[in-house]
């Protein structure tokens, strides 16, 4: 085989085919080269995503455990607070071993899965659940306190003694998150007075002629609001409710659509708004509301408050919260009329925290009156000897040293040996020297005094006793030494017979219906005996003027005085458990049965209806064991109220003493609403039921000195009802005749059962000669000025063919009761008034307009001086609250 020889054009070809590989191959190298970069990077790319996914679960973890400390910590702190406020609410003031309890006991949650409560660098359970203080100067075992404005909250702006605490909890999961919370809480007590009106118990306002009184309102019950038609309420400060707001029922269940369509004007922060013109009106929904029975919540209502009031008005639901004074927290186990009450046999042993808060205990000076616990007999007597058998210790007058706080000083013959026997009121115009019986007036006679004022003519009898601080008798009508130079009689008695028991009559008191009985049917429970407080010898004794020890009675920020009278009170079979477990006496007038709605006369029943239970205790409002009571009931006399006198030369005369109420003649005899057969029987003779009271006179002028750079004030608190008379502490403007307040008033309250207020123009006979008839009642324009804090009725449903208003309180405008004919007269009043309690011996339900008084011009407003904590009454109830005022997360280095 030949060979083709190569040819110029092979080479050329053979060449470029060679070319062609080598460019092939070169392809190849840099594709491959491509390729592994694209795979380095997609590989750097799917550990960079993995990485960052792990990244991201690790961090999502932490966050998770972040979030359950977080949580962990709140919980602690909500728990820690919750504590100390339930702390707070049983022991008011709390030492540090009770506040430090609160750490273990009960301790953080311990429902929380992960979470423990460590503080940093410490491996301990629950160090991380801390509350700090900073003790009191005087005692470190207690925090320290001070007055300030309180910054937040439902009582901002108001004054308060408050008792900061920092709250500390770290929260630390499993894993090992950390969270520390820090919180800045007050305890805080209110002074009661800096509210207008304050009520533990429902409230209602619905005054006929337009009211304005000024200051804060709370209720620690529901509030009801309407007013008089034609009319305007003008309610200028916050309004606050534990309950609700009521606008279209008054309290004893009336429609304010009938006769009480004004104007209900609510402060907006910056204005007033009206709140029946508002939608909603009311809290609660329908308008068929009585006390003990109203509609559910409106749930628009919060939104209304909002909108239109800025919050100014506030319930319940919308945050409201009770305010409780210390002697009623569960700690201590009582009622808030324990504070006027006396304390039981042993307190000071069986519960020392009761007996500490009790006025008995607090105040400068006592005055105690009883009857011995067992009837026994008198050998000696005024007609069968020439002397009286000394019979001690039913009375008794001590004061609280000043060196020695606790310890009491018995001064009874210092107080009595200044004179204890009041004027002649009626002084008559020829000679009725006894057995003769003095007649009553047939026309209003003068004031009694012993004050005369311009304007006012008295009966111009002066008293025996010119520096008495106390008058437990006057001289009776018609003395002995009764002559035609004087009529008064007010040279030394020379028998016991000569003096008259302190009487007056109590229309109020004396009818269950607002219907007259016959003009000399007076029921033997309107006869109240009372004990004449002289205020202005009081100061004189206190400032050392007269007497020799009042200049040692403590008086740590002014003056106080605490008065009880038992005598003729019958001990409750049953008591309410705060009281005692056995038979006791309780301070109560011990008969409720009065309401008796089927009844036109208001008759007797024998069952508990709505508004008897005055006497029962009260936990929220709601009394667990209610009862009526009716052992107090029976008047202290034999043979159903035959009585047998002496009849000159005849010896023993039977006489009918008592005879059956008209209007309830099935009641018979002995209950508190029979009939005295003569007015004159009840004024000169003790009281045949538990009907004791305190009268206050000659209290214009209030002169005690200075207390810590002020006018020294006076606290004056009673067991029993007390009847202000004239003037009080408004000295030179008593009878003014536009609204002027002294400047040289000081800080003055009057804390007691009920208040009773009585013109300037007052004298017990005239009640006796008129019980029915107010055109002999008439007042004067007076002035008072003091804080109240008092009881009042229980309020029911109006029973068919009663007076509109009947069944209700009275409501606030009628809270300080009258006994006269205010018409065309005004009432000038500056304070603030509490209601605390039901009250349980001036219980006669509020009535009006018929019999028992007609309503004055009211001059009421709010004393703004109690804003100020100096000038504030000596020994003024607080209220307790808790405050939050600060929360904050705390960033430390372990976090």
Not at 78 to 107: H, R, V
Not at 708 to 715: E, K, W
């Amino acid at each position: 085989m030949s060979m083709m020889p190569q040819t110029r054009s092979d080479s050329i070809i053979s060449t470029t085919r060679r070319d062609e590989l080598m460019r092939d191959r070169g392809d190849h190298g840099i594709a491959l080269l491509t390729t592994m970069i694209i795979l380095l990077l997609l590989s750097a790319m799917v550990v960079g995503v993995s990485w960052l996914v792990l990244d991201d679960q690790k961090l999502g973890g932490n966050n998770t455990d972040r979030q359950r400390a977080f949580y962990g910590a709140e919980a602690g702190m909500e728990s820690l607070t919750a504590s100390l406020e339930n702390l707070f609410a049983a022991n008011y003031a709390p030492d540090k071993t009770a506040i430090n309890n609160l750490l273990t006991t009960p301790g953080p949650p311990s429902n929380i899965p992960g979470v423990q409560y460590i503080a940093a660098g410490s491996s301990s359970p629950g160090s991380g659940y801390q509350i700090s203080f900073t003790p009191s100067p005087s005692n470190a075992n207690l925090p320290a306190s001070s007055f300030g404005t309180i910054s937040s909250g439902t009582y901002s702006g108001l004054v308060g003694l408050m008792t900061p605490y920092t709250l500390t909890v770290t929260a630390r999961t499993t894993p090992g998150s950390e969270v520390k919370l820090q919180r800045v809480t007050q305890t805080v007590g209110i002074p009661i007075f800096q509210f207008g009106f304050f009520s533990q118990t429902d409230l209602a306002f619905f005054a006929g002629p337009n009211f304005n009184f000024g200051g804060r309102v709370h209720t620690n019950g529901n509030l009801w609001l309407a007013e008089g038609d034609g009319s305007t309420l003008t309610m200028s400060q916050k309004v606050t409710a534990a309950g609700e707001i009521i606008s279209k029922n008054l309290e004893n269940g009336w429609l304010t659509s009938s006769s009480y369509t004004g104007t209900v004007n609510i402060t907006t922060g910056s204005g007033v708004a009206d709140l029946t013109s508002q939608s909603p009106s009311q809290s609660v929904l329908g308008n068929s509301n009585y006390y003990g029975n109203i509609g559910s919540y409106d749930t628009t209502f919060k939104s209304m408050a909002n909108s239109v009031y800025n919050n100014h008005i506030a319930v319940a639901e919308t945050g409201v919260r009770p305010l409780n004074v210390s002697i009623a927290t569960p700690a201590i186990g009582g009622q808030p009329i324990d504070q006027i009450r006396r304390p039981q046999h042993n307190e000071d042993t069986t519960n020392s925290a009761k007996l500490a808060e009790r006025y008995y205990s607090q105040t400068s000076l006592r005055v105690l009156l009883s009857d011995y616990d067992s009837t026994g007999s008198c050998a000696g007597s005024d007609i069968s000897s020439t002397s009286a058998t000394d019979l001690p210790n039913l009375i008794k007058i001590d004061y609280q040293s000043k060196t020695s706080p606790g310890t009491w000083v018995d001064v009874t013959k210092e107080i009595l040996n200044l004179g204890y026997t009041g004027r002649n009121i009626n002084p008559q115009g020829s000679s009725t020297a006894p057995p003769a019986l003095a007649a009553l007036p047939g026309s209003q006679i003068n004031a009694q005094g012993p004050t005369a004022h311009a304007g006012v003519s008295t009966v111009n009898c002066n008293d025996p006793s010119t520096n008495a601080v106390i008058r437990l008798a006057r001289v009776r009508d018609n003395p002995s030494f009764w002559s035609s130079g004087n009529h008064c009689g007010a040279t030394p008695g020379q028998h016991g017979t000569d003096y008259w028991p302190n009487v007056l009559f109590d229309t109020r008191e004396a009818l269950l219906r607002d219907t007259a009985l016959g003009g000399t049917q007076l029921t033997l429970a309107g006869a109240m005996h009372y004990v004449e407080l002289d205020v202005t010898n009081l100061a004189k004794w206190f400032s050392g003027t007269i007497g020799t020890n009042g200049t040692n009675v403590l008086a740590t920020n002014g003056f106080s005085i605490y008065f009880s009278d038992r005598r003729g009170e019958v001990k409750d079979p049953s008591p309410p458990t705060s009281v005692a477990t056995t038979a006791a006496l309780t301070g109560g007038f011990g008969y409720e049965d009065f309401v008796n709605p089927a009844s036109a006369g208001g008759c007797t029943n024998g069952t508990l209806d709505q508004g008897e239970d005055v006497e029962g205790d009260y936990v929220n409002g709601v009394d667990p064991s209610p009862a009526l009571r009716t052992y107090g009931g029976t008047p202290a006399f034999d043979n159903a109220g035959i009585a047998s006198i002496v009849a000159p030369l005849t010896g023993l005369t039977p006489s009918t003493v008592v005879s059956n109420n008209p209007n309830c003649t099935a009641a018979g005899k002995t209950w508190p609403y029979a009939i005295a057969n003569n007015a004159q029987d009840l004024r000169e003779n003790p009281p045949l039921l538990f009907r004791r009271a305190l009268k206050l006179v000659h209290g214009d002028t209030i002169s005690l000195g200075t207390c810590n750079s002020v006018p020294c004030g006076l606290a004056v608190i009673s067991e029993n009802p007390v009847y202000v008379q004239s003037c009080y502490n408004n000295p030179g403007k008593c009878n003014m005749s536009s609204l002027s307040w002294s400047s040289t008033s000081v800080g003055s309250s009057v804390i007691a059962d009920a208040v009773m207020l009585l013109s300037d123009s007052w004298n017990d006979v005239n009640s006796f000669a008129f019980p029915y008839d107010l055109g002999n009642r008439n007042s004067q324009t007076t002035t008072y000025r003091m804080a109240v804090m008092a009881g009042k009725g229980f309020p029911f449903r109006q029973p068919s063919g009663t007076a509109q208003d009947f069944g209700t309180d009275g409501g606030v405008h009628n809270f300080l009761r009258y006994l006269e004919n205010w018409g065309g007269q005004t009432l000038y009043y500056e304070g603030s008034i509490a209601s605390m309690y039901y009250s349980h011996q001036e219980v006669g339900v509020y009535k009006c307009c018929n019999t028992v008084y007609s309503p004055p011009n009211r001059g009421y407003q709010f004393d703004t001086n109690f804003l100020t904590p100096s000038l504030l009454p000596p020994l003024t109830p607080m209220l307790r609250t808790i405050n939050t005022i600060g929360f904050t997360q705390m960033m430390l280095p372990t976090q």
